[in-house]
């Protein structure tokens, strides 16, 4: 479980598909170079921060498992089993729905370009505060994807944070425990944070680590016919059985990735030029009388 800020992370192209890969790996010198000199130089430096999860496992004797952390989602579905799944869903501590089909994704902004959007889930900016919950092949014709904000209560009390902190206090405070000793992250670091300051970029950070974190639970009720297993972000996974429950909540500290362009500029050119989002033959005008 990450407890502290993240440093800010620079993506690089190696392959052919990829949405925080800003920049190629063929001229990562130079992209480096322009990172670390920005404090002495007047250049801009933009970053996103990205929502990650974090997930528990809780088991039925009461106990509950280490913490994964997630960047893009985590997949709750009924295995290899060819029945038909089952699972209780809870937002906020409160039962929402009851998920019959073969599973559900509750998936970042970062991750809604992957499997969320192959089963038919909406595209988020990554700058955008929230989780997505997507079904995957659900049992009914009305289940559809929703989309919930990361600040909502948890159980109805609020973390602790500096809830009356201006905007700029938050931020900088978060930036000062952001930076090390070195003198050129912290360079870079003040740099990010004046870019990101003047365009607004930062404000998701007031989610994340002001205010409050959002919390969904999916379990698996004794009445299903078949147990469950839990997939985060397509590598590690947890077996669920019946009585058993995981717990997915944003966390406090999100990663910060640096961009060649303000706001969401980057995301949309990828998902054009890598999806060919909205890419058809535009319509021609008509004659003229």
């Not at 970053?47 to 999860?53: A, G, I, M, N």
């Not at 959007?117 to 997507?134: N, Q």
């Not at 016919?225 to 397509?234: E, L, P, V, Y």
């Amino acid at each position: 479980r990450v407890e502290t800020p993240l440093p800010p992370c620079i993506s690089f192209g190696m392959g052919s598909l990829g949405f925080m890969t800003n920049f190629q790996v063929e001229g990562y010198e130079k992209v480096l170079a322009k990172v670390v000199e920005a404090g002495e130089a007047d250049e801009e430096i933009f970053c996103t921060l990205r929502t990650r999860l974090e997930c528990m496992v809780k088991r039925k004797q009461g106990t509950i498992k280490p913490i994964y952390s997630c960047l893009n989602e985590c997949v709750i579905d009924k295995g290899q089993h060819p029945g038909l799944g089952k699972m209780g869903l809870l937002v906020d501590g409160k039962p929402v729905t009851t998920v019959q089909g073969d599973g559900l994704i509750i998936s970042t902004p970062s991750g809604s370009t992957g499997y969320n959007l192959a089963v038919g889930g909406a595209m988020v900016a990554p700058s955008v505060p929230c989780m997505l919950l997507t079904p995957i092949a659900p049992s009914t014709l009305s289940f559809r994807p929703v989309i919930i904000p990361e600040s909502s209560k948890i159980e109805g009390k609020k973390k602790k944070g500096r809830t009356t902190q201006s905007t700029d206090q938050a931020l900088r405070e978060f930036a000062s425990k952001m930076l090390g000793k070195d003198q050129t992250i912290n360079r870079v670091s003040e740099q990010m944070l004046t870019s990101c300051l003047s365009a607004s970029l930062f404000v998701p950070l007031l989610w994340n680590y002001s205010l409050l974190g959002g919390r969904a639970a999916v379990s698996i009720p004794y009445s299903a016919r078949t147990d469950g297993r839990a997939i985060f972000d397509g590598h590690k996974m947890e077996v669920l059985r019946h009585g058993e429950s995981i717990l997915v909540e944003t966390s406090s500290f999100p990663i910060p990735v640096i961009n060649r362009s303000p706001y969401d500029q980057d995301w949309f050119k990828s998902i054009r030029e890598k999806l060919q989002w909205n890419v058809r033959v535009e319509q021609k005008p008509l004659p003229a009388h």
